[in-house]
């Protein structure tokens, strides 16, 4: 039996909630529930789009569909997918949504300056 688009996205989506990072957890903690300056955003979100006739979608980290803001916290293993984040983002512009990226360590060490960096976009 062929799973829905919809239950695909909801595994997907529920598995990396529960495989957060460290960085990811901590911006959780000081976004969730319109911590930060009103905005509501959503964890692990999917961003849903066609290709060549094809429905994908991407899991955006964070994702405030009020500001049209995605939020991605990179760790090690995007290093060596700078290509495809480079391609993520340029899918997710075309759709009217800014992308701003930061490093697992950089919310680890100075969560204050992201999230006055996250503040900006907001406005």
Known sequence: ????ENSVIIETTR????????GESIL????RNKKLNGAKFHRQHAIKFIINGYK???VA????SEHKLVIEIDGKIHERHKDY???RSYIMNTMGINVIR???EEVENNCGNVLSKIAKELY
Request: aromatic share 20%; proline share 0%; glycine share 0%.
């Open 61 to 64: 980290d964070f994702y405030c």
């Open 56 to 58: 994908r979608f991407f």
């Open 28 to 31: 959780w903690q000081k976004i």
């Open 15 to 22: 598995a990396l909630r529960r495989k957060s990072t460290k």
């Open 85 to 87: 984040d480079e391609m």
């Open 1 to 4: 039996m062929k799973r829905s």
């Open 102 to 104: 930061f490093k697992n």
